[in-house]
């Protein structure tokens, strides 16, 4: 599994490899059950410091989208769950991103646009595992 990450993003690697990660786990590309390298492995693929993947496996396992096992290494456990807590952090996260958009000059309409194009992306891969 190799991850292309950005490394002159303001987006720090930890959180580029999870981002990449959830995606492909949204995206059906990883199913529950299946293990991710290990984080030595990751590391050099990568050329980042094994520290760095550890923190994102770590975070990852914390929010339930892994589990760490002995033997099998670092599986995938699927979507992980939402609770009201994360409901009103995303509110307030999409909320905050959507104002700066806006002021920064882009209109509501290419907002909306963005928005559902990138919904309708998801609940396509969404259906194709169903």
């Given at each position: 599994m190799i991850l292309e990450l950005d490394m002159l993003s303001k987006t720090p690697i930890y959180q580029q490899i999870m981002d990449k990660i959830i995606e492909a786990i949204v995206k059906g590309e990883l199913k529950n059950g299946d293990s991710l390298p290990s984080v030595r492995?990751?590391?050099?693929?990568?050329g980042i410091n094994m520290h760095t993947v550890n923190k994102a496996y770590n975070i990852l396992k914390r929010e339930g989208y892994v589990s760490v096992h002995q033997r099998k290494g670092v599986v995938v456990t699927g979507k992980a769950k939402a609770d009201t807590e994360y409901g009103e952090e995303f509110y307030l996260r999409l909320r905050t991103l959507l104002i700066e958009g806006y002021s920064k000059g882009i209109p509501a309409a290419r907002i909306r646009q963005i928005c559902s194009s990138i919904l309708q992306e998801l609940e396509g891969k969404e259906e194709e595992r169903t």
């Open positions: 492995q990751l590391a050099g693929e990568l």
